[in-house]
Structure formats: structure tokens, C-alpha cells
């Protein structure tokens, strides 16, 4: 196996990132469906899923998780798809990832810290902890 990958390869990824954080659900999923690992992570350890939650496009977040992304999975610092949302105040990217079973209290800070820390009333309540 080797050690690093060919240029062509490291360009893709970073376009399939680039996709999520654009919202361009349609190529993304399009990808995710030939083969591309739904849990791609990036040297920060983001998902597509993380990204496409912190740059609020609930469309890719559906897509993602219809797809089987793991709704609680951890970036290097501890941050999950659902804080991301919590924080962007994106109420269609909460909502998707809970009924996806993402866990409100996981994470570091996790999405009910990250609500209370930034006094979201809004969101606590979406979480169930207002």
C-alpha cells in the first residue's frame, strides 16, 4: 500500500470537499454512489458530512446521510456534524441529523454545549434541552 497518494487522487478529494461545503448535493452524492467513501475525512479529520453541516447545506446533509454517513462522527477536535449545525443555527441540518440518530451530548464541545455556550435558545429546544 502506498504511502501517499498520486496528485490526481489528493485533487479529487479536495474537490469532493469542496462539493460539500458548496452544497453541490447532486455531484457529491452522484460520487458517493460510484464508490466514494460517504466517511471521507479530510487532514483535520472532517467529513463530508461536518462540512457540509458547518456550511449550513441541508441538502447535502440529507443526501449524506441517506447515503449512510456516520452522524456522529468526530473531527480531530472533537466537533460532530451536529455542533456544526448547532452553531450555524441551521435548523433543516439539525433536524436531519437527529432523526439520523446523531447523539446531542457526543462530541467535544457537543451540540448542547455548543448551543448553550452561544445562548441558542432556538436550537436547545430543537435538541430537546431547552
Not at 8 to 17: L, N
Not at 43 to 50: N, Q, S, V
Not at 59 to 70: H, K
Not at 101 to 128: C, I, K, N, W, Y
Amino acid at each position: 500500500m502506498p504511502d501517499e497518494l498520486d496528485a490526481e487522487t489528493v485533487a479529487f478529494a479536495h474537490r469532493m470537499f469542496d462539493l460539500a461545503r458548496a452544497g453541490e448535493t447532486a455531484e457529491l452524492a452522484a460520487n458517493v454512489d460510484a464508490g466514494l467513501p460517504v466517511n471521507l475525512t479530510n487532514a483535520k479529520g472532517d467529513t463530508l458530512l461536518i462540512l457540509a453541516a458547518y456550511h449550513a447545506r441541508p441538502e447535502t446533509v440529507a443526501a449524506l446521510l441517506d447515503r449512510g454517513a456516520d452522524p456522529d462522527r468526530v473531527n480531530d477536535r472533537g466537533q460532530t456534524a451536529l455542533a456544526a449545525a448547532v452553531f450555524r443555527q441551521n435548523a433543516a441540518a439539525v433536524r436531519a441529523l437527529l432523526d439520523a440518530g446523531a447523539d446531542p451530548d457526543h462530541g467535544a464541545p457537543s451540540a448542547v454545549e455548543t448551543a448553550r455556550f452561544f445562548t441558542l435558545p432556538e436550537m436547545l429546544t430543537q435538541l430537546g434541552r431547552d
